[in-house]
């Protein structure tokens, strides 16, 4: 259970520019995966990450999860695939970048060899941002249903991490790491609370989930420092199907058993093994996570931003580039902005740049006519909504720019769902992937669409 390589997400990489794919492999044998080949071949375009390459040699990749129980939003229902860079990290110094799953992503594997079924004995650990997560089901790594659907009590074992509760939860408000085993969320003995399993805040976990026949246990730690806490290690659950388990040796990641791909969570790196590891071989492993030196780093780039100031955004794609991006009402959209233009309009396209309410590193977008009033997305089109405090508001109201996708500007990222930009359409404003199932997601135009000229706010 020793990790050969990291993170795990060697992968393969499509762009937009002309769906070609390459791969990313690690800078040298054991070394991180070359994030700056990634970098070098999705410059000016987007990239998605295509394959999740085992590195076992099982050839266990994880690849787009195909519809189940739950459709996913693309087309066929299959479920989207993670940008390719809204995960940056560094290990030891150099960077790497995990996959920073929105909900509606999910990969998978069902036919995987060499992982446990029935009753086998099994362990996993996942190296997780604990800070992005959501209450919905299931942000999942591990073993599931080879049909997508839900089978049955036992027949998935996998780590859970979130703040679910509609079936077990932890001390506090969460998020927790759990263990689904199927129709259940299981912190403990009990099916419901378990106090003994603590709210996570760490930024980088480690997230470990062991079972076998009649045994099982969570274990987890900060995976930038310290030793891994045991928060369960006992019986199965006594609800009927859980022991003996029924265990059918899939893989997923950010999704549950039988597609549901409603959650959010960021994957860095993670291993599953057949038989029940020791403690000490996943303390080993800890060590192993914490001598590389999970860090954070820049999310942004392109035009600096300067919190406190009022910024104006122009539009690039020609025949369009005298429209700035402005609010009428709650709507969104692209007005003819000038230095001639009435006062009220020129405070209807500014723009207060503020810290990022959900990721302090992005940022926020503060109406300057309507203060207290950001931009954010709603149903992937952009609104201006009163900051109600919540959760949700805040992540979809956070943004990451980067340099702009066509070369000029900068290209404003959604920080919940990376795969997505500040767009035009028709004048109105969303936020589009390259291709896609709206209309807005149309790659025609894309990259001009996408990129904006920072200037200093009319008022
Ligand atoms: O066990 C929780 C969830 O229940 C599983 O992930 C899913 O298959 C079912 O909806
Ligand atoms: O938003 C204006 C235009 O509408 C965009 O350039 C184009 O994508 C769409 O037709």
Redesign the pocket.
């Known amino acids: 259970m020793r990790p050969a390589t990291r993170p795990a997400s060697l992968r393969i990489v499509k762009r937009g520019s002309d769906d070609t794919t390459t791969d990313i492999s690690p800078l040298s044998a054991g070394g991180v995966a070359n994030a700056a080949a990634q970098d070098k071949f999705c410059s000016s375009t987007t990239c998605l990450i295509t394959i999740i390459y085992d590195q076992s040699g099982r050839g266990n990749h994880l690849k787009q999860a195909p519809p189940g129980g739950f459709k996913g939003p693309e087309a066929n229902g299959y479920d989207n695939l993670a940008s390719a860079i809204g995960a940056p990290v560094t290990l030891n110094g150099q960077k790497a970048y995990g996959v920073f799953m929105s909900p509606g992503t999910g990969y998978s594997n069902n036919a995987a060899s060499g992982t446990a079924t029935g009753d086998e004995a099994e362990g996993m650990y996942a190296v997780l941002d604990g800070t992005h997560y959501n209450g919905a089901c299931c942000f999942d790594y591990g073993n599931a249903e080879v049909s997508s659907t839900d089978t049955g009590n036992g027949h998935m074992e996998a780590i859970y991490y979130g703040d679910n509760t509609g079936w077990g939860s932890g001390a506090g408000s969460g998020p927790w790491l759990m263990a689904d085993l199927e129709n259940g969320l299981f912190s403990g003995s009990s099916s419901a609370n378990n106090a003994g399993d603590p709210s996570l805040s760490y930024r980088f976990v480690n997230a470990v989930l062991k079972g076998g026949p009649n045994k099982w246990a969570i274990r987890a730690s900060n995976a930038a420092s310290g030793s891994l806490s045991t928060y369960y290690s006992g019986a199965r659950p006594s609800a009927s199907g859980y022991n003996p388990m029924s265990k059918e040796g899939a893989i997923i990641l950010g999704i549950g058993g039988d597609n549901s791909n409603g959650a959010q969570g960021t994957f860095y790196e993670g291993v599953m093994t057949s038989g029940y590891p020791t403690d000490a071989i996943e303390n080993s492993v800890q060590a192993n996570i914490v001598a590389a030196k999970y860090a954070t780093t820049s999310l942004t780039s392109g035009t600096a931003l300067t919190v406190g100031s009022s910024i104006s955004l122009r539009a690039t794609?020609t025949g369009?580039t005298t429209r700035y991006i402005a609010h009428t009402g709650a709507t969104i959209n692209?007005q003819v902005v000038s230095s001639s233009s009435t006062t009220a309009l020129k405070q209807q396209a500014s723009w207060t740049v503020r810290a990022g309410l959900a990721n302090s590193a992005c940022f926020s977008f503060e109406s300057v006519d309507t203060p207290g009033s950001f931009i954010r997305h709603v149903d992937f089109s952009l609104v201006l909504a009163a900051n109600d405090g919540t959760k949700l508001l805040y992540e979809d109201a956070t943004f990451c720019p980067q340099t702009g996708i066509s070369g000029q500007g900068s290209s404003i990222r959604s920080w919940s769902y990376p795969t997505r930009y500040f767009r035009?359409?028709?004048?109105?404003l969303s936020i589009a992937s390259n291709g896609g199932v709206h209309d807005f997601d149309?790659a025609?135009?894309f990259n001009?669409?996408v990129s904006w000229v920072v200037s200093t706010g009319f008022a």
């Open positions: 794609t369009y692209t035009h359409y028709e004048n109105t149309s025609t135009s001009d669409d």
